[in-house]
């Protein structure tokens, strides 16, 4: 983040190699606003720590919508990060969140038991 002008070429030298890039943990730390200007971006990851409160009382609730809309009108892609309950993912499909990811899914798995769980077959559950 010290070097702007560098760091700009270089992500947009990345996507014109057709690799996505996503802004990981939106909305906290180095994260900002400006930056969704600055540096070229396929998609916002929305922190966990704003996810995890969208339960049963519904806190935080009107930031992950802001942030969902606010990727939208950049027409980027937004992914909650840290599902981990059916009542959150159903908050996050009301706001038309496609991508999700979280402990609701899977407990993290190394590369061979990625490639089992795909060649199974097995239906993701939700």
Same mark, same amino acid.
């Given at each position: 983040m010290?070097?702007?002008?560098? $760091?700009?070429?270089m992500?947009?030298?990345?996507?014109?190699?057709?690799?996505?890039?996503?802004?990981?943990?939106?909305?906290?730390?180095?994260?900002?606003?400006?930056?969704?200007?600055?540096?070229?971006?396929?998609?916002?990851?929305?922190?966990?720590?704003?996810? $995890?409160?969208?339960?049963?009382?519904?806190?935080?609730?009107? =930031?992950?919508?802001?942030?969902?809309?606010?990727?939208?009108?950049?027409? =980027?892609?937004? =992914? $909650?990060?840290?599902?981990?309950?059916?009542?959150?993912?159903?908050?996050?499909?009301?706001m038309?969140?496609?991508?999700?990811?979280?402990?609701?899914?899977?407990?993290?798995?190394?590369?061979?038991?990625?490639?089992?769980? =795909?060649?199974?077959?097995?239906?993701?559950?939700?």
């Amino acid at each position: 983040m010290e070097n702007m002008q560098l $760091a700009t070429f270089m992500l947009l030298q990345l996507q014109q190699m057709n690799i996505q890039l996503h802004l990981d943990d939106f909305g906290i730390g180095y994260s900002s606003l400006s930056y969704l200007h600055r540096f070229p971006s396929n998609a916002l990851k929305i922190d966990r720590s704003f996810i $995890a409160k969208i339960g049963a009382n519904g806190e935080n609730l009107e =930031i992950v919508q802001a942030i969902v809309a606010l990727a939208k009108s950049l027409n =980027i892609d937004v =992914i $909650a990060e840290g599902v981990e309950t059916l009542e959150q993912l159903a908050q996050l499909r009301v706001m038309k969140c496609k991508y999700a990811q979280g402990y609701f899914f899977s407990q993290p798995l190394d590369s061979q038991s990625v490639e089992t769980l =795909i060649l199974s077959g097995i239906e993701p559950r939700y």
